[in-house]
């Protein structure tokens, strides 16, 4: 075992220059959230004895409230197991970075620490354990874009369907302006109101977002309205769909579901990327309208963990008896 010092960085004034190949784990990000309301980054690094950099992995602390029902915590997010330059090093090192942060995020009160999309469904199981987490089954759906084009991969029927709601005016294009993010945000609250195992950061994160090159939002329109909307994130080599919403009462007959995910496919593959992959598909319940829909464009379904744990003691060791394995 070699001799590393993890340091966890939390101004980005004082963040060394790294090797990001994951928009999840970048500096980019870092300084998003930097300056985004109610979201806190740190940037964990190891560094072996000669001072290099050997891995990084960016957490995320959003502060949750409302009045209606009233509520206030934070919560801690990590998108994966960080950035390593050596496959070798990397159980030891996710070992040393996980304990550390999870100990730092224990001190801001986090009122739990959830970790979703791990490379590997068993990577790092040891150590989660370990760490006091316990693991929720979850489903992933990614979409393969390299063997067949978009149009291959569709049915008759579903081909008849765009092709209507391209004849009746829907339409897809870019979000440029803060106007356009301000109009695709109000549905994103309107979407994830309910939703709260999902956290929805604030507008400014969006804004800043469209500046950068790692990924686009797409608005799906009819005539004036925005009617739906995605944001796709372009991280190692693949494409990402973050998040998604869509106005399903007044504008349901315009299907913006399905024109969202169209879109998103097909200029991902425009693009050149090899994968789509849905990152907010939920739990794998056997009915997701969400999950139905996905899978209706030829994408592959798979389970994964994703691993959770409580500040509260007693709640944390009741949830682990529940969903234990």
């Known amino acids: 075992?070699?001799?590393?010092?993890?340091?966890?960085?939390?101004?980005?004034?004082?963040?060394?220059?790294?090797?990001?190949?994951s928009f999840f784990h970048s500096t980019e990000l870092f300084h998003i959230l930097e300056q985004t309301p109610g979201s806190t980054p740190y940037m964990v690094i190891a560094?072996?004895?000669?001072?290099?950099?050997?891995?990084?992995?960016?957490?995320?602390?959003?502060?949750?409230?409302?009045?209606?029902?009233?509520?206030?915590?934070s919560v801690g997010r990590i998108y994966g197991e960080g950035e390593y330059e050596d496959n070798?090093?990397?159980?030891?090192?996710?070992?040393?970075?996980?304990?550390?942060?999870?100990?730092?995020?224990?001190?801001?009160?986090?009122?739990?620490?959830?970790?979703?999309?791990?490379?590997?469904?068993?990577?790092?199981?040891?150590?989660?354990?370990e760490n006091d987490y316990f693991p929720i089954r979850w489903m992933l759906i990614h979409n393969s874009l390299h063997s067949k084009t978009p149009e291959e991969r569709l049915s008759d029927k579903m081909k008849e369907r765009i092709h209507h709601l391209e004849e009746i005016g829907v339409t897809c294009q870019e979000a440029t302006t803060p106007e356009e993010i301000s109009d695709f945000y109000k549905i994103l609250k309107n979407f994830y109101r309910f939703k709260f195992q999902y956290f929805l950061p604030k507008k400014k994160l969006f804004e800043q977002f469209i500046a950068t090159h790692n990924g686009r939002i797409y608005l799906v329109m009819y005539k004036k309205w925005v009617i739906g909307g995605c944001v796709v994130v372009y991280s190692d080599g693949n494409a990402y769909l973050w998040y998604m919403a869509?106005?399903?009462?007044?504008?349901?007959?315009?299907?913006?579901?399905?024109?969202?995910?169209?879109?998103?496919?097909?200029?991902?593959?425009?693009?050149?990327?090899?994968?789509?992959h849905f990152m907010n598909v939920g739990l794998p319940y056997s009915k997701n309208p969400i999950r139905e829909s996905i899978l209706r464009f030829g994408g592959k379904p798979a389970?994964?963990?994703?691993?959770?744990?409580?500040?509260?003691?007693?709640?944390?060791k009741l949830l682990k008896w529940i969903y234990r394995e």
Not at 4 to 16: A, S, V
Not at 51 to 60: D, W
Not at 265 to 271: A, K, N, P, T
Not at 303 to 316: A, D, P, V
Request: with cysteine; aromatic share 12%; charged share 25%.
């Open 1 to 21: 075992m070699g001799s590393y010092d993890i340091r966890i960085i939390t101004r980005g004034k004082d963040l060394p220059e790294m090797h990001c190949r």
């Open 47 to 73: 560094l072996n004895e000669s001072g290099e950099i050997r891995a990084h992995l960016l957490a995320t602390v959003n502060r949750r409230g409302s009045l209606l029902p009233p509520y206030l915590y």
């Open 88 to 129: 070798e090093e990397k159980a030891e090192l996710f070992a040393l970075i996980l304990k550390a942060i999870t100990t730092r995020l224990k001190r801001r009160l986090c009122l739990y620490v959830e970790v979703s999309h791990i490379s590997k469904k068993m990577f790092g199981y040891k150590t989660f354990r």
């Open 246 to 276: 869509s106005k399903r009462k007044s504008f349901a007959k315009f299907r913006p579901t399905t024109m969202t995910i169209w879109n998103a496919l097909q200029d991902s593959h425009r693009r050149g990327y090899p994968h789509l």
């Open 303 to 316: 389970s994964t963990n994703y691993w959770f744990r409580y500040s509260i003691g007693w709640l944390n």
